[in-house]
């Protein structure tokens, strides 16, 4: 099994930056790709950025330029940097884990989510 455990959200002004934080425990060798996926209310929800193990990346064409998806000890810790956030960008996001080697799923293991809400 692994756990997975968000912090960095919040309320920002419209052209603000976040940085988002998830960290892995548990089975981490089985975890070949993380990412982070975000629900808007009376949304779906949607797959924001993931990353390989090997560091290939994939982005949501709605956040490409602004949302920097990265990894640090090897897939332990992945984080999202957002920078021009639009209120469009509102939602609970969520870190995912994935046994698969590529960046957009099926993700197998889910945090709890984290809150990010962007004033206009």
């Known amino acids: 099994q692994v756990q997975l455990v968000e912090s960095g959200g919040g309320l920002v002004q419209a052209g603000g930056s976040l940085r988002l934080s998830c960290a892995a425990s548990g089975s981490i060798s089985s975890i070949n790709a993380m990412g982070w996926y975000r629900q808007a209310p009376g949304k779906q929800r949607e797959l924001v950025a993931g990353?390989?193990?090997?560091?290939?990346?994939k982005s949501a064409d709605s956040v490409k330029g602004r949302f920097t998806i990265s990894r640090a000890n090897a897939l332990n810790t992945v984080y999202l940097q957002m920078n021009s956030l639009k209120p469009e960008d509102t939602g609970v996001y969520y870190c995912?884990?994935?046994?698969?080697?590529?960046?957009?799923?099926?993700?197998?293991?889910w945090g709890q989510g984290t809150q990010v809400t962007v004033s206009s």
């Open positions: 995912a884990a994935s046994r698969q080697w590529s960046a957009v799923g099926p993700y197998d293991y």
């Open positions: 990353i390989t193990r090997g560091g290939i990346t």
